[in-house]
T-cell receptor
């Protein structure tokens, strides 16, 4: 039972490049989330999904897109990366909207 | 504006009880309070959750007064391995999950 996994663990991009972060969970959870974590700011919700085929905006959605084509996967895309998107990205899943299970994180640097 | 405020850092010693308080003045009726623990290079891990009064599990206790404007995470007899960042989070069933900025707890021998 792997829980929540994230791919890749590290990535360096140049400004303007695009990339996709993959989150996978094997707990059959309905809800999935993408957060970014910056020093001194805690966790901020980017997008979330309440089920396969659905997505919704969180607190800081600008510059990101998401897709939930399969229940177990939640993809986060950056179409044109900017230095302000340098952060650690965490994916989480939950059977309800309360207790969340987090992945190990993806450290993204945009130069 | 709904905010969740907690101290930036705290120090304590092995064997002591540690209490971390979170302020959430504008808490909504449906909001639960949840605490998470995070070690470096890892995702946050659930510790405890409550709505009102006191909740206790095998690792911590959570005290929430009647007005629910604050909550206190209590860690009994801490050890060096409890050194981590602790997050307070409020939220309801509509996914309005508001996280505090985290409290860095350092346990000294």
């Amino acid at each position: 039972n792997a829980g929540v996994t994230q791919t890749p663990k590290f990535r360096v991009l140049k400004t303007g490049q695009s990339m996709t972060l993959l989150c996978a969970q094997d707990m059959n959870h309905e809800y999935m989330y993408w957060y970014r974590q910056d020093p001194g700011m805690g966790l901020r919700l980017i997008h979330y999904s309440v089920g396969e085929g659905t997505t919704a905006k969180g607190e800081v959605p600008d510059g990101y897109n998401v897709s939930r084509l399969k229940k177990q996967n939640f993809l986060l895309g950056l179409e044109s990366a900017a230095p302000s998107q340098t952060s650690v990205y965490f994916c989480a899943s939950s059977p309800r909207s309360d207790t969340q299970y987090f992945g190990p994180g993806t450290r993204l640097t945009v130069l | 504006l709904a905010k969740t405020t907690q101290p930036i850092s705290m120090d304590s010693y092995e064997g002591q009880e540690v209490n971390i308080t979170c302020s959430h003045n504008n808490i909504a009726t449906n909001d639960y309070i949840t605490w998470y623990q995070q070690f470096p290079s890892q995702g946050p891990r659930f510790i405890i959750q409550g709505y009102k009064t006191k909740v206790t599990n095998e690792v911590a206790s959570l005290f929430i007064p009647a007005d629910r404007k604050s909550s206190t995470l209590s860690l009994p007899r801490v050890s060096l391995s409890d050194t981590a960042v602790y997050y307070c989070r409020r939220g309801d069933s509509n996914y309005q999950l508001i996280w505090g900025a985290g409290t860095k707890l350092i346990i000294k021998p």
